[in-house]
């Protein structure tokens, strides 16, 4: 391992913070890696200190031993490369905390899955724009928590615009279970997990609806055709929108109730309660819709999303939209 990458950050203690800050300890372990895990809530951290467990949000996993989960924002901006593991419309806040305490040059790695609303901004801008000092970089990809905290297999993509900083990122962070692909196509890894969450809401819907295993493979093929035109019209490259943070992450967020955002709208069209985890597409699509129609770009299933949403409209009135759109080639 790189002595630059002995110590890591992470900032936001919830599900996906806890499992990489496990994951980055897994992949330091050769060369007595510290991961600092910072939380905002002080009495949360101190009994994932003592019960060395994030009980409420990772229940039955052990924190690495060498994971100090801590509320002390020093100690996580003293470090050599920070996970930004806060929801998205969260990160530009948790930032302005941090940006005081961080050197020039600190990698920062979005690992949020989201546009900010208001600004339109990605949240690689958001960082440059909070910490104007510090190196963004993006993770994402198909992983679940759970799946990684239990170290089973999971590949995903790691981009920097700096592409050696990426494949350093990615060496420094992967082990045997956690593969990590490089790229410097940051926008590319950016949009892909954010419309994804959208779109896993629509497939929820479809099958709280009970519509049909029909309906729900054509979802998702039409809801990947409408990535890759947002992506085109956002500066992706093609080969990342079918790789693993887009296609990738479309496909295993758009298969069941395990992801957050399917469940959300699985709930919303079986007309039940939504719950209150964390559904990030909730919070994107209305300002994805927005910023397709900036560009002019075609993207029915987010907006259909976003009109049940908004209460504009109802699940059948959504659904039967779709279904009445004028007759065009596929693409
Ligand atoms: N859970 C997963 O499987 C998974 C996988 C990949 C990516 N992600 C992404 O990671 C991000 C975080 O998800 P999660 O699963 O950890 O959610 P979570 O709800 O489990 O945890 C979010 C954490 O952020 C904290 N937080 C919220 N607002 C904050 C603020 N202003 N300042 C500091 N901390 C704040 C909360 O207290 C909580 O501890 C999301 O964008 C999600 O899409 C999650
Ligand atoms: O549970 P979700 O829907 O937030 O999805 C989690 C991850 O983004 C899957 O890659």
């Given at each position: 391992m790189?002595?630059?990458?002995?110590?890591?950050?992470?900032?936001g203690a919830g599900a996906w913070g806890t499992a990489l800050a496990n994951a980055a300890a897994r992949a330091g372990r050769q060369g007595g890696r510290e991961v600092v895990l910072w939380?905002?809530?002080?009495?949360?951290?101190?009994?994932?200190?003592?019960?060395?467990?994030?009980?409420?949000?990772?229940?039955?996993?052990?924190?690495?031993?060498?994971?100090?989960?801590?509320?002390d924002l020093a100690a996580v901006a003293a470090t050599d490369a920070l996970l930004l593991v806060v929801p998205a419309q969260a990160c530009r806040t948790a930032l302005a905390?941090?940006?005081p305490l961080a050197r020039d040059g600190l990698p920062v790695i979005s690992c949020a899955?989201?546009?900010?609303?208001?600004?339109?901004?990605?949240?690689?801008?958001?960082?440059?724009?909070?910490?104007?000092?510090?190196?963004?970089?993006?993770?994402?990809?198909?992983?679940?928590?759970t799946d990684v905290a239990a170290g089973l297999p999971t590949a995903v993509t790691l981009a920097a615009h700096d592409e050696q900083l990426a494949m350093e990122l990615a060496a420094a962070l992967g082990s045997s279970t956690l593969r990590l692909y490089?790229?410097?196509?940051?926008?590319?890894?950016?949009?892909?997990?954010?419309?994804?969450?959208?779109?896993?809401?629509a497939a929820g819907i479809v099958s709280g609806r009970r519509l049909g295993a029909s309906a729900a493979a054509a979802l998702v093929a039409r809801?990947?055709?409408?990535?890759?035109?947002?992506?085109?019209?956002?500066?992706?490259?093609a080969e990342t929108i079918t790789g693993l943070s887009g296609l990738g992450d479309l496909i295993l967020t758009t298969s069941g109730p395990q992801s957050r955002n399917f469940a959300f709208g699985q709930a919303l069209g079986a007309g039940a309660a939504t719950g209150d985890k964390l559904?990030?597409?909730?919070?994107?699509?209305?300002?994805l819709v927005e910023m397709a129609r900036a560009k002019d770009v075609d993207v029915p299933v987010s907006a259909a999303v976003d009109g049940v949403l908004q209460g504009r409209l109802s699940i059948d009135g959504a659904i039967e939209a779709l279904m009445a759109r004028p007759q065009r080639a596929e693409g």
């Open positions: 790189a002595a630059a990458y002995r110590r890591i950050g992470v900032m939380g905002r809530d002080a009495a949360a951290m101190a009994e994932m200190a003592q019960l060395r467990e994030n009980r409420p949000d990772l229940p039955g996993i052990a924190l690495d031993p060498a994971v100090t989960p801590t509320a905390r941090l940006a899955k989201g546009i900010e609303r208001g600004t339109r901004a990605f949240m690689s801008e958001v960082i440059g724009e909070a910490m104007p000092g510090a190196r963004p970089a993006v993770l994402s990809g198909p992983s679940f928590a490089h790229s410097a196509d940051v926008r590319g890894a950016e949009i892909g997990g954010a419309t994804k969450n959208v779109l896993a809401i809801g990947f055709a409408e990535l890759m035109r947002f992506g085109r019209a956002y500066g992706a490259k559904a990030e597409g909730a919070f994107t699509a209305s300002v």
